[in-house]
């Protein structure tokens, strides 16, 4: 390691500044991984349109779905090697607040997301705790590693809801994350629809062999009536934000359906509550991940689970950040932009 790091700084007003920053080395209890990709995330664009300032700052280093190299292990960490491929769960929890005295450290009343409340994996080598580093297999491809973090967002809403085999599920919104819940639903065994108004979104989640409504054009209710010989979706995942997706996960819902809320609502949607006591529903929030969806996640991506290089639509180096950022913020085709950060 040498006495400097290249790494790209969120500076404010939709701006990267890629700098050479002082050579980070782990302390006791961390470790430092080199980074290879990091994946541009949804709350990462959050940032870089300033909406979330006051929580980052203008020195922040971001990213948080990456893959890479461990580094360096610091005093008291056993059980790593330099060299192995390892991804970083990006949660640091408190471990004295009533969540995480329950064992949900995931939803630690202080949770820390590493890449927001910390310096994240737009950069050389991030050292991180120790607790959060999960190896991969060798034969596992980095650039295919760097969807492990969503694909485990997805493995944990797959798995709160309870989805067996031979269920018809509903996603509601086929953007990045709806499309992982999808194939990770579909990798369980259900007979998934993907629910979804952008043409471009259609025709992605049509080529990974989904099929698809556009409720522009149709009555979803119906649409899935039809395809359900009128029993409606067992399970479904609300991934759009909208009210019409709100509305439309009552209205698609089978009896005694789960139905779990993935996205984050800026404006409380108004829900049709009868249905909950008239068809015995069932809705389930669903945050983050635990180290066992992480764990899942690494095995559906290595076992080919997710068909990355359909999802994986652009690569730039950590240079061209500035770029990559804006291009995904104008480009109506991109689905998973990765900046590639080492070599
Ligand atoms: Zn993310
Ligand atoms: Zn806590």
């Known amino acids: 390691m040498g006495d400097t790091q290249t790494a790209a700084i969120y500076r404010g007003k939709k701006t990267f500044t890629v700098e050479e920053v002082p050579a980070a ?3 006791p209890g961390e470790v430092a991984v080199r980074i290879a990709y990091c994946g541009i995330c949804g709350t990462d664009m959050h940032v870089f349109h300033g909406n979330m300032d006051a929580r980052v700052g203008f020195e922040r280093v971001i990213g948080h779905e990456m893959s890479g190299t461990i580094d360096a292990v610091g005093e008291g ?3 790593f090697t330099p060299g192995q491929k390892a991804v970083v769960r990006p949660l640091d929890h408190c471990g004295d607040c009533p969540a995480c005295k329950a064992g949900h450290q ?6 820390k997301f590493l890449g927001l409340d910390t310096n994240g994996a737009m950069q050389e080598v991030w050292v991180v705790p120790a607790h959060t580093i999960h190896v991969l297999p060798d034969d596992l491809k980095l650039d295919h ?3 492990i973090e969503p694909v485990a967002v997805a493995c944990h809403d797959v ?8 269920e ?10 709806g499309i992982l819940v999808a194939m990770v639903a579909r990798d369980a065994g259900g007979k998934v629809v993907v629910s979804e108004v952008n043409r471009t979104r259609l025709a992605i989640a049509q080529k990974l062999g989904f099929d698809t409504v556009n409720p522009a054009d149709c009555d979803l209710k119906a649409e899935i009536d039809a395809r359900t010989g009128n029993k409606g979706a067992d399970v479904v995942f609300e991934v759009s934000g909208t009210q019409p997706g709100v509305d439309a996960m009552t209205a698609v819902a089978a009896t005694r359906a789960r139905i779990v809320m993935v996205a984050i609502h800026a404006q409380k949607p108004q829900i049709d509550l009868f249905q909950f006591f008239w068809r015995e529903l069932q809705l389930i929030g669903a945050r983050v991940y635990e180290p066992e969806d992480y764990e899942k996640a690494i095995a559906i991506v290595s076992a080919g689970g997710v068909d990355a290089d359909t999802v994986i639509t652009d690569v730039a180096p950590l240079a061209d950040i500035q770029k990559a ?3 995904l913020d104008r480009s109506p085709t991109a689905l998973k ?5 080492g070599g």
């Open 25 to 27: 080395t782990p302390g």
């Open 77 to 79: 960490v056993d059980g």
């Open 106 to 111: 995931h939803v630690c009343h202080k949770l």
């Open 145 to 147: 590693a760097a969807l």
């Open 159 to 166: 798995r709160l809801s309870g989805l067996k085999a031979g």
């Open 168 to 177: 018809d599920v509903v996603v509601i919104g086929g953007g990045p994350i």
């Open 325 to 327: 950022f804006e291009d």
């Open 337 to 341: 932009s990765l900046i590639k950060v």
